[in-house]
Structures are given as structure tokens and as C-alpha cells.
């Protein structure tokens, strides 16, 4: 199946700092999402992006579908943006009717005061 | 709030028990999805049902079996637990529309296994 490899595994940010996360995936796929878990276990969806580039506040990303990779911006960075960060596809050659995404192993931020 | 409900938010029980755990899916989305996030596996994709019938199967274990129900909220039972089985479980739900299938996730029941 897929693989999807998340990058830095770990992070430690100064509250202000900014960041990219990384994800590799090692197939043609029509289904991207980035979520982020927070420290009470919610899955919050960030951006859906199979390719392209959107923006949403202090949040970016990036995907370039042909190179197989997507990066997550985060700028002027908040103590709620810690916990882990998840990147989730969808194969291309999935079978018709079958949705559900593959995880990554997901970057985990902690941003201190 | 998501508008992917789940019940119970936690549940502990004995190894050997039963447990049913329920997922409303958003309003409009017709697909629901089950996974489970433990530590050492991480997010695993068990389990999908559209409008009534199930789609595709991943890591889902014999002693466990889900299905929907024709107002499309879902059910996720596990059987004969062992302590292995303690994770936090989710639901997700989409519209199954290709192109936009966006996956939205609820809060997640976590179960505990004694």
C-alpha cells in the first residue's frame, strides 16, 4: 500500500516561531488532508488539499502532486497550536467507491512560551 | 464541533466484554468511516460503509463488525476484548463525492480494557 512519511517526527518551537512540516507519499494520489490532533484528541481538519497551494490565517499548504510531497506552514506560531499533525491520502488508483484515507505517523509540536 | 457524533466519549471495561460504539455522521454525508488510534499503531483505517453497505475493509480484526443503519448513523462492536484493544476509536463521515470527498472526523470514544 501507500506509504506516508511525516517530517520532523518531533518539534520544538519559541511561541512566534515559524515552522514547515513535510509529507512524502509514495504514490499518485487524489486526496490529501492535513488535520491536527490536539492535546484533548481532537481531529480537526485543516486544509484539503490535493494539490495547489491554500492559506487560512496563519496556516499554509502546499501540495505538488507531481513530486509527491506536501508542506504545512505555520507562522507567528501559539501555544494552541501544539499537539501532533497529521497527513492523511487517498491512492490514486483506490478502488471506485472506497474513500478513506491513509495516515502518516504525524509530527508532533509542543510551541513554549 | 465537527457534526460527527459519537458515544460514549469513554468507556472502561474487562477483557472478555462486549462494547457497541455509535457514530452520527454530518448531516448529507452518506459515507462513514471507522479507525483506531492506538499508541504503537497509530491512525488505522478499519472499516467503510456507504449510504447502508459496507465498501472497503482494512485492519479489522474477526472479533470486531460494524454496520449502518438506514438513517446512516453507524455502529462499531467489539467482542471478546483483550487488553490490546484499549485505543482511542473514531468515526468519520464524507459525502462521497469525487473530487471533494473531505473526511470530518468526530471526537472519538476511548476505551479503556481492564
Known amino acids: 500500500g501507500i506509504q506516508v512519511e511525516q517530517s520532523p517526527p518531533d518539534l520544538i518551537l519559541q511561541e512566534g516561531a515559524n515552522s514547515t512540516l513535510r509529507c512524502n507519499f509514495s504514490?499518485?494520489?487524489?486526496?490529501l488532508q492535513w488535520f491536527h490532533q490536539n492535546p484533548w484528541g481532537q481531529l480537526i481538519n485543516l486544509f484539503y488539499i490535493p494539490s495547489g497551494t491554500k492559506q487560512n490565517g496563519r496556516l499554509s499548504a502546499t501540495t505538488v502532486a507531481t513530486e509527491r510531497y506536501s508542506l504545512l506552514y505555520i507562522s507567528s506560531s501559539q501555544t494552541t497550536d501544539s499537539g501532533v499533525y497529521f497527513c492523511a491520502v487517498r491512492p490514486g488508483m483506490s478502488g471506485a467507491g472506497s474513500y478513506q484515507l491513509t495516515f502518516g505517523k504525524g509530527t508532533k509540536l509542543s510551541v513554549i512560551p | 464541533d465537527s457534526g460527527v457524533t459519537q458515544t460514549p466519549k469513554h468507556l472502561i471495561t474487562a477483557t472478555g466484554q462486549r462494547v457497541t460504539l455509535r457514530c452520527s455522521p454530518r448531516?448529507?454525508?452518506?459515507?462513514v468511516y471507522w479507525y483506531q488510534q492506538s499508541l504503537d499503531q497509530g491512525l488505522q483505517f478499519l472499516i467503510q460503509?456507504?449510504?447502508?453497505?459496507?465498501?472497503a475493509k482494512g485492519n479489522i480484526l474477526e472479533r470486531f463488525s460494524a454496520q449502518q443503519f438506514p438513517d446512516l448513523h453507524s455502529e462499531l462492536n467489539l467482542s471478546s476484548l483483550e487488553l490490546g484493544d484499549s485505543a482511542l476509536y473514531f468515526c468519520?463521515?464524507?459525502?462521497?463525492?469525487?473530487?471533494?470527498?473531505?473526511?470530518?472526523f468526530g471526537a472519538g470514544s476511548r476505551l479503556t480494557v481492564l
Open positions: 448531516s448529507g454525508d452518506l459515507s
Open positions: 468519520a463521515s464524507s459525502p462521497q463525492r469525487a473530487g471533494a470527498n473531505v473526511l470530518t
Open positions: 460503509y456507504y449510504n447502508g453497505e459496507e465498501r
Open positions: 504514490d499518485s494520489v487524489n486526496n
